[in-house]
């Protein structure tokens, strides 16, 4: 990999944020690319990368030069049609996106939330316990991790029980469309393919139960002006990233805590740390590793210029790992003080199905601390390649009931 300087003092970098290579193992790269500047070039796809927590948060936080509506992946949409209309949550600007959150926000709130923890613990402590008295070694991704939101988050929605395999590849599209057109992209895209129609009948009105969350969308949306095209695209936003960031936080603990036993065995003795050890996933070993930002304007960052029109790429996963904010950053400790990550992005395009997810993590690792007396590693775990999220394909576990 070679370095070099522009004339305007940025430093270019040749490597490829999309290869297998790094896809399997990022974080030398991402050393790289912090100790390279505040923003660097990467000369490969024509664009800036910033991967230090504190101009990472400045991107995100600056919605008005850094903009979603341009899209959050590789592709500009003032260049380039996307391949499905735009997110009206993820790929808009206020004051659409605005109008597109408030409609969501006031279903999804806190109270709402707290309401569901009670039936999610009893079916995450009923699941664990279940897996943990088998024999054998299990598979901590297809057993637990997917086992789990793939239960409770469709209930939540109101979808059918048929067909709900159908949000894993769907969601794994969607995240590796953001990337460039690679293998990954070219594979997701002809599976995603086949659970597209499922999904897209799923997000129409009248389809979900009555008592869901996503019937209470389609109503709220309604009563906000939006028509049943718009309300359907809202749903789908759901449906896009609420399963596959999930599973992946869940895999990536088990994964954590079957590496760190001391880690796990502070989780034993103290289930009430289940919310921080979900907190510390998300920062250590981050499900959602990049995202896009366009400039709508000249800006300037660390004293860099970056035209109108550029792409910029957030390394989230490599700020989640800066020295410059984390004391021993490679290091996985569920009683350190996580706040301040930015796995869930923040800001007015923070993610808004994040409560759900810390729920849903935390409900798990509660039942792993009650009913798991020994978590071990059976085998080596092999990661699953996506460009945008980092998760693993299998996981092969031990577990001991407690």
Not at 216 to 221: C, V
């Amino acid at each position: 990999m070679t370095i070099q300087s522009t004339a305007q003092e940025v430093t270019v970098l040749e490597l490829d944020p999309f290869s297998d290579e790094f896809l399997n193992d990022p974080y030398e790269a991402h050393e790289q690319m912090r100790e390279a500047g505040p923003v660097f070039w990467l000369e490969r796809y024509q664009l800036y990368g910033v991967a230090r927590h504190d101009e990472v948060s400045q991107v995100l936080a600056d919605h008005e030069t850094y903009v979603s509506s341009r899209g959050v992946g590789i592709s500009d949409f003032a260049k380039e049609k996307p391949w499905r209309p735009p997110s009206l949550l993820l790929e808009a600007d206020p004051p659409h996106h605005t109008k597109a959150r408030h409609v969501v926000s006031h279903i999804m709130t806190p109270k709402v939330l707290r309401g569901l923890k009670e039936g999610f613990q009893e079916r995450a402590d009923e699941l664990v316990a279940r897996v943990a008295a088998g024999k054998g070694t299990v598979d901590g991704v297809a057993d637990l991790a997917e086992a789990f939101p793939l239960e409770v988050f469709p209930d939540f929605i109101g979808l059918p029980k048929d067909g709900r395999e159908n949000l894993l590849p769907y969601g794994s599209m969607v995240f590796n469309t953001f990337g460039p057109r690679n293998s990954h992209f070219e594979r997701a895209m002809e599976r995603g393919a086949k659970a597209q129609a499922w999904i897209m009948e799923q997000c129409q009105p009248g389809a979900p139960a009555p008592d869901g969350l996503g019937a209470k969308i389609h109503a709220a949306a309604a009563e906000a002006g939006y028509d049943e095209v718009d309300q359907a695209k809202l749903l789908r936003s759901f449906l896009s990233a609420g399963v596959d960031t999930t599973v992946h936080g869940i895999g990536n603990a088990l994964q954590c805590l079957a590496e760190n036993p001391e880690q796990f065995g502070y989780l034993r003795e103290d289930p009430s740390l289940a919310r921080a050890a979900f907190e510390e996933t998300v920062r250590y070993s981050s499900p959602v590793q990049t995202f896009f930002r366009t400039t709508n304007k000249d800006a300037e960052l660390a004293g860099i210029r970056i035209p109108e029109g550029s792409k910029v790429l957030m390394f989230l996963a490599a700020a989640n790992r800066d020295p410059r904010q984390w004391e021993n950053p490679a290091s996985f400790d569920i009683r350190r003080k996580a706040a301040g990550h930015v796995g869930f992005g923040f800001g007015v395009h923070a993610c808004l199905g994040q409560m759900l997810a810390r729920l849903e993590g935390e409900c798990f690792l509660t039942a792993l601390a009650r009913n798991v007396g020994k978590l071990e590693l059976a085998g080596e775990p092999v990661q699953q390649l996506n460009n945008t999220l980092r998760g693993l394909d299998s996981l092969p576990l031990r577990l001991t009931a407690a």
